[in-house]
């Protein structure tokens, strides 16, 4: 049986629908646009939230609770940091046109990192 099918059956109805909530309200997000727009962000991380838990419904250790917590809460500054750091070579390097568009894609990935998915793991 392959990976993805035994992972399928192992997901009760609660993830479904937490997943089914997720794209509804990221969708919407995206509808109503997330560039400078609170309500459509305020949907994105409602997005979030519903994905990681579902990600974590079936978790009954509170190990692992710890951990997410811990790597949410490390991802934060860490992720601050390097896109702030990846924003000062990319300037530095505006000339270079795949060096400036490689790091505005880091940039950007690691500011996401540390916004939008860091917090809402570390509140689930």
């Known amino acids: 049986m392959a990976p993805i099918n035994k ?3 192992v997901m009760c109805l609660g993830q479904w ?5 997720a794209l509804a309200t990221g969708i919407a997000a995206v509808g109503l646009g997330i560039s400078d727009n609170p309500p459509g962000i305020i949907l994105l991380m409602i ?8 990600w974590v419904w079936n978790w009954s250790a ?3 609770f710890w951990i997410l917590l811990g790597s949410s809460l490390l ?5 601050v940091v390097l896109h702030n750091l990846l924003y000062a070579l990319g300037t530095l390097v505006s000339e270079i046109r795949i060096m400036a568009s490689l790091l505005g894609f880091l940039e950007v990935f690691f500011f996401l990192l540390a916004v ?4 809402p793991a570390a509140l689930v």
């Open 7 to 9: 992972a399928l059956r």
């Open 17 to 21: 629908i937490l997943i089914g909530g």
């Open 47 to 54: 997005a979030i939230t519903c994905l990681v838990w579902a």
């Open 62 to 64: 509170p190990r692992r």
């Open 75 to 79: 991802a934060f500054p860490v992720g």
């Open 116 to 119: 939008v998915l860091a917090g």
